[in-house]
């Protein structure tokens, strides 16, 4: 959590933020970080290669003929006053520049009030600490279903977020785990045929959770499971289908963090 200025804590002035975009208190140190990680590379003026590499990601368009010291001057004057373009800047920045030095950024990014934060792949949106927590603990194991979670959660709070895709590596995820679990030996499985195994011969599974009747009823978790299926985007009627909205993705994401940490602890098991 940032340090509150004496102002604030003093009741003096209502505390500011979070920011979506870069006040004017961030507009500088955030140039200053972008021209200090462009000049960790070779010579002294930074490194053309990786500067270009970012003018080009973020569309750009520098002057014809510019020379190896002119490239971050253009690049700061197309971000100049325009905080959506500087934040681009930053985000693609941190995904080219080698070693970019992401915790600095992070901090001040924290103590400006942002409701971004830096992570070693670009620009995300802060989340509840819980729920960041919960996020990485899911995705410690170094397999598939990690890497499905962490395209899911980037395309829910990163820079340049698509709900439909967030939910879709979302419910790839979950299969991922469940899959081996509840179908093993089915092929080309999915998620509907786990919801349609655990329906069928539900009496065979059981829950961690108690539910009312104290039976580790499996149905609490096929009702969490159908909550995932279908994408709307996906749906088989197209009178059903649509775009699903940020905040359904969003949630549909924490939801399958929670289920595939279920599922790498055995609470989900036959009897």
Known sequence: MAPEPPTVREGRRPPDGPH???????????????????????????????MLAVATACR???????????????????SHGEPDRLLDVIHAAIQVVPDAPVGPLDRML????SVWTATPTGLQRRVDPTAQAAFHAACR?????SEELVEAWSNAYGRHPNASDAWDHAI??????????????????QIGHVIGQLDKQGQLWEFVLPGPNDDHNIGQFVGMLRLLWPNPDRHGDPQQRRMPTLEEARAVVQLAVTIVQWARDGLITRR
Do not use: C, M
Not at 141 to 145: K, Y
């Open 20 to 50: 979506e975009g870069v006040p004017a208190h961030l507009n500088e140190p955030l140039v200053n970080w972008l021209e200090t990680a462009f000049k960790s590379g070779p010579g002294r003026n930074g490194d053309a290669v990786t």
């Open 141 to 145: 194991p170094a397999d598939a279903a």
């Open 110 to 113: 924290v103590y400006g009030g």
């Open 60 to 78: 750009i368009p520098l002057f014809s003929g510019a020379r190896h010291g002119q490239i971050f001057g253009e690049i700061a004057g197309w």
């Open 172 to 189: 790839k995820a979950v299969e991922l785990v469940l899959i081996p679990i509840v179908v093993p030996n089915q092929r080309q499985s």
